[in-house]
């Protein structure tokens, strides 16, 4: 994890993924690139006449708080003794850090943005996971930070998509002081079954318990969130899952779930 790409935007979940970013980027004396970007389309006003613009107030407004949200930034990673660097787009936030993920490690965002003016809420997570190439951690915005130490619990279901998580997840698990495998009862397997997941990781070095966990007549992923709470672990990690093409945008059931409202940081990776 060595170059580390986090989303910067005023919202309830920045300061978490700012602290998130911090340590990750402290235990793997990495890299951090803060994107900033600004998605205009948001601020669009439309007239009776079919014609769309943007208040020149408005985006001279945008851009003062952009500003002074930069200038806050920069003057706390002064101080806090990080490599870092600042990249400003204009533009879908999704968009923006999906095409800087190519040479990154690790993408940090939060599930949602705050409400623009427009009232509508752009989601950010979903959209990332989707298209990026580098693993999403999804930080909570009530997070404290990340303890890269932490124990880590794998949700597998034997799909690539788990598997893709497994791999991308590997700089974190070595770190883990216990890492769990964690296969629901009843879900039907898609592929490699759990005992491949861990002798995976231990080719790697990494020790890891398997669990099957009871589903007790609820979803998967209300499943999960039980397995959390009772185990204790940093994080979850799980493969993200699309449909089809044309429906590319939407994600699985569990993963839309459990980031509708994360019990932990979520490395997710398509």
Same mark, same amino acid.
């Given at each position: ?58 985006? !001279? ?45 690790? %993408? ?17 997570? %979903? ?69 491949? !997941? ?73």
């Amino acid at each position: 994890m060595k170059s580390v790409l986090l989303h910067i935007h005023r919202d309830h979940g920045q300061e978490a993924r700012l602290q998130a970013a911090l340590d990750i980027v402290r235990t793997f004396d990495g890299h951090l690139t803060c994107l900033q970007a600004t998605p205009f389309e948001t601020y669009i006003i439309g007239d009776p006449f079919g014609g769309v613009y943007a208040l020149p107030q408005m985006i !001279a407004e945008i851009r003062k708080g952009e500003e002074a949200e930069r200038r806050t930034i920069e003057d706390r990673l002064k101080r806090e003794g990080v490599s870092w660097d600042w990249l400003s787009y204009d533009g879908s936030a999704a968009k923006v850090l999906a095409d800087n993920s190519w040479l990154a490690d690790l %993408a940090i965002v939060s599930v949602l943005t705050d409400k623009s003016e427009s009232g509508r809420t752009p989601p950010i997570a %979903a959209d990332v996971v989707l298209h990026a190439r580098a693993p999403v951690l999804v930080v909570p915005d009530e997070a404290t930070g990340f303890d890269c130490s932490a124990g880590a619990m794998i949700a597998w279901n034997g799909s690539r998509e788990s598997s893709q998580a497994l791999r991308a997840a590997l700089p974190l698990l070595r770190m883990a002081d216990a890492v769990t495998v964690i296969c629901v009862a009843e879900e039907q397997s898609k592929g490699l079954p759990p005992t491949a !997941a861990a002798t995976f990781l231990s080719r790697h070095g990494v020790a890891c318990n398997l669990v099957e966990q009871p589903r007790e007549h609820r979803s998967v992923a209300d499943t999960l969130r039980a397995a959390i709470s009772a185990g204790g672990p940093g994080y979850l990690v799980m493969g993200a899952f699309g449909h089809s093409r044309l429906r590319e945008r939407v994600l699985g059931g569990v993963t839309h779930d459990l980031l509708a409202n994360p019990p932990k940081p979520l490395l997710l990776a398509h």
